[in-house]
Nanobody
């Protein structure tokens, strides 16, 4: 079975950048879409971006479009989330997961990682 592990979170000032990594081990995620989600305290988990492993097609939420870039490295079985122009409202725990359904709601994803904390100070 596939296991996803996130890394790369940290503390950054507003306007700064971070790159998150989602490494897949075990079976490949080939043929699936992998998504990045985030959950801020007291809020629901929301989709941030997603990428189709085979074709590289991407999806972004309106809140991050133009600031975040999702990519994948097939050789290393890793999905990246490059986050630029970070804002305090981007503060959250970021998770990656595998899409198994039709929507970008969390109910249509499985194989959740443990998450990585991103904190953006003002």
């Amino acid at each position: 079975q596939v296991r996803l592990v996130e890394s790369g979170g940290g503390l950054v000032q507003a306007g700064g950048s971070l790159r998150l990594s989602c490494s897949a081990s075990g079976r490949t995620v080939s043929g699936y879409t992998v998504g990045w989600f985030r959950q801020a305290p007291g809020k629901e988990r929301e989709i941030v971006a997603a990428i189709n492993w085979n074709y590289g097609r991407t999806y972004y939420s309106d809140s991050v479009k133009g600031r975040f870039t999702i990519s994948r490295d097939i050789a290393s079985n890793t999905v990246y989330l490059q986050m630029n122009s970070l804002k305090p409202e981007d503060t959250a725990v970021y998770y990656c997961a595998r899409k198994i359904g039709y929507s970008y709601h969390e109910r249509d994803f499985d194989t959740w990682g443990q998450g990585t904390q991103v904190t953006v100070s003002s």
